[in-house]
T-cell receptor, first 114, second 110 residues
Framework: EAQVTQNPRYLITVTGKKLTVTCSQN?????MSWYRQDPGLGLRQIYY???????DKGDVPEGYKVSRKEKRNFPLILESPSPNQTSLYFC?????????????FGPGTRLTVL | RKEVEQDPGPFNVPEGATVAFNCTYS??????FFWYRQDCRKEPKLLMS?????NEDGRFTAQLNRASQYISLLIRDSKLSDSATYLC???????????WGAGTKLIIKP
């Protein structure tokens, strides 16, 4: 089954404790992206990647890191989480031939930073 | 002004009714437009792309008005299962960045 998986689905942590949210897709997509979604705001892009070893900042990259060592994986790293990073996070992927029109999303990770 | 604006709703609509909502965008260079559907606390899923000539998919019709810079979504004969948040999405002008509206919440009542 074609899918994007994220782990963990729910996470409660404390300020300053490094964490990683994993994202994996099995569709051989070149493009992958991380978004955060907050009440009253649209999805905001954090980072995206057009291919292995190629990453670019989105609209709200501060406080986040990513890596793309393999095509299927695109982990999101919070080196020192803060309460303002409490949010719902989505990973998405798309084939470049479709110019990212159709983005396939993971189920989301609900993060709470105390 | 937000780049993509939507009425947050909620729109409370009786089952079987027709409902329409719009989305305005600010970047006149935008080339691609989409409607995604998001169920409560779940991931967004593509509902339909919006073409210049408009397009229809069953009970759903999407229209684009470039002159006034808005897109619309019309749902006919609404079903209970249409209850969701509808996200308007606009290509930023580059091929790989999409700008998302905050969504319009639709509630279909029996």
């Amino acid at each position: 089954e074609a899918q994007v998986t994220q782990n963990p689905r729910y996470l409660i942590t404390v300020t300053g404790k490094k964490l990683t949210v994993t994202c994996s897709q099995n569709m051989n997509h070149e493009y992958m992206s991380w978004y955060r979604q907050d009440p009253g705001l649209g999805l905001r892009q954090i980072y995206y990647s057009m291919n292995v070893e190629v990453t670019d900042k989105g609209d709200v990259p501060e406080g986040y890191k990513v890596s793309r060592k393999e095509k299927r994986n695109f982990p999101l790293i919070l080196e020192s989480p803060s309460p303002n990073q409490t949010s719902l996070y989505f990973c998405a992927s798309a084939g470049l031939g479709q110019s990212t029109d159709t983005q396939y999303f993971g189920p989301g990770t609900r993060l709470t930073v105390l | 002004r937000k780049e993509v604006e939507q009425d947050p709703g909620p729109f409370n609509v009786p089952e079987g009714a027709t409902v329409a909502f719009n989305c305005t965008y600010s970047n006149s260079a935008s080339q691609s437009f989409f409607w995604y559907r998001q169920d409560c606390r779940k991931e967004p899923k593509l509902l339909m792309s919006v073409y210049s000539s408009g397009n229809e998919d069953g009970r759903f019709t999407a229209q684009l008005n470039r002159a006034s810079q808005y897109i619309s979504l019309l749902i006919r004969d609404s079903k209970l299962s249409d209850s969701a948040t509808y996200l308007c999405v606009v290509n930023s002008g580059s091929n790989y960045q999409l700008i998302w509206g905050a969504g319009t919440k639709l509630i279909i009542k029996p």
